[in-house]
């Protein structure tokens, strides 16, 4: 259950938590067109709070509205300072920021290019993810029959409402089945991404994870990571990954705003490695740590801070 903060801003404006409310008539919630980012704060080390890498956040917002045909009323650079204001109108130093752009009322039909286009910005504190103890002990995942759509299908690049149906679907196939996560496979049969988060593995050294024309989502942590490992001397390969370098791995890790880096212990029941975090994992855990909450300041391009 989501705590409820003071302020929502939405148009322009913060009203009232319990004020932000919607029409059921809302375009996006019939036909699933409306797009969002997922962007997290931190409370680092010096104790100032820091948006992490809310430029790439932002630009990707647009990038989605713009595969959908959406135009946000609000500039890019208004949409960025409106992120900052919402964690500080609630006092928030520590916790997660959905910017959501998303279609009106007037008319129903599935065309509707003439309804009004909102912004809205939504701010609240987001425990782990994939449980308490999934950074520290991994999680057990399950290739879920829901495959991710074909980029013919689908602007599988868009981070939209409607591409979280796919999603949802297979989250609640593998939770029923006693699994934490799902990962999807593509429709040509190779790895695509996590139900909410990119994948990557490590092999004698060597990490590998699905290249950007994959149907998967550009995801701004496995950006931060493919940087991270590189400075830390590794060789990363973005390419097409099969489910079974996935079982032969030597670890797996999950990458997402609100996952951070998660490993992966098991998949279809098959262990991992040996079945504990592997030392990969847990040296690029410690670097986003270091780089997120801690002191390392060696990509200040990457922190906006919030200030009072
Ligand atoms: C489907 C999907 N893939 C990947 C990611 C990871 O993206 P990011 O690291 O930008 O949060 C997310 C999270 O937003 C996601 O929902």
Same mark, same amino acid.
């Given at each position: 259950m989501v705590e409820k903060l003071k302020k929502i801003w939405c148009d322009g404006e913060f009203v009232d938590w319990d004020a932000a409310t919607i029409h059921v008539l809302t375009h996006s919630l019939h036909y699933g067109i409306a797009a969002w980012d997922g962007v997290r704060a931190y409370q680092r080390k010096d104790g100032a709070s820091y948006v992490f890498r809310l430029r790439e956040h932002i630009d990707r917002l647009f990038d989605s509205c713009k595969l959908c045909l959406l135009k946000p009323a609000q500039s890019p650079e208004a949409i960025f300072s409106a992120c900052v204001q919402t964690l500080r109108v609630n006092g928030m130093v520590d916790g997660y920021l959905r910017p959501m752009v998303y279609v009106g009322d007037g %008319?129903?039909?599935?065309?509707?290019?003439d309804n009004t286009i909102h912004s809205t910005i939504m701010a609240w504190r987001w425990a782990a993810h994939l449980g308490a103890d999934a950074n520290d002990r991994g999680i057990r995942a399950k290739i879920s029959s829901f495959a991710r759509p074909h980029p013919a299908s689908a602007v599988v690049k868009a981070k939209i409402t409607g591409q979280y149906t796919n999603s949802a679907l297979a989250r609640a196939e593998v939770k029923h089945a006693g699994y934490d996560e799902a990962i999807h496979l593509a429709v040509d049969g190779y790895v695509s991404e996590a139900s909410g988060s990119n994948v990557f593995l490590a092999k004698r050294g060597v990490l590998y994870t699905p290249d950007l024309?994959? %149907?998967i989502l550009e995801g701004v942590t496995r950006d931060t990571v493919i940087v991270l490992a590189r400075e830390l001397g590794m060789t990363v390969v973005e390419g097409r990954v099969t489910r079974e370098q996935l079982w032969l791995a030597d670890e797996v890790f999950l990458t997402g705003t609100a996952a951070e880096i998660v490993p992966v212990r098991e998949i279809d029941d098959r262990r991992i490695g040996d079945g504990h975090v592997g030392a990969i994992t847990r040296k690029l855990q410690e670097r986003y740590a270091d780089i997120t909450r801690g002191s390392d300041t060696s990509h200040p391009e990457w922190l906006t801070r919030v200030g009072a």
């Open positions: %008319a129903m039909g599935v065309y509707a290019p024309a994959s %149907a």
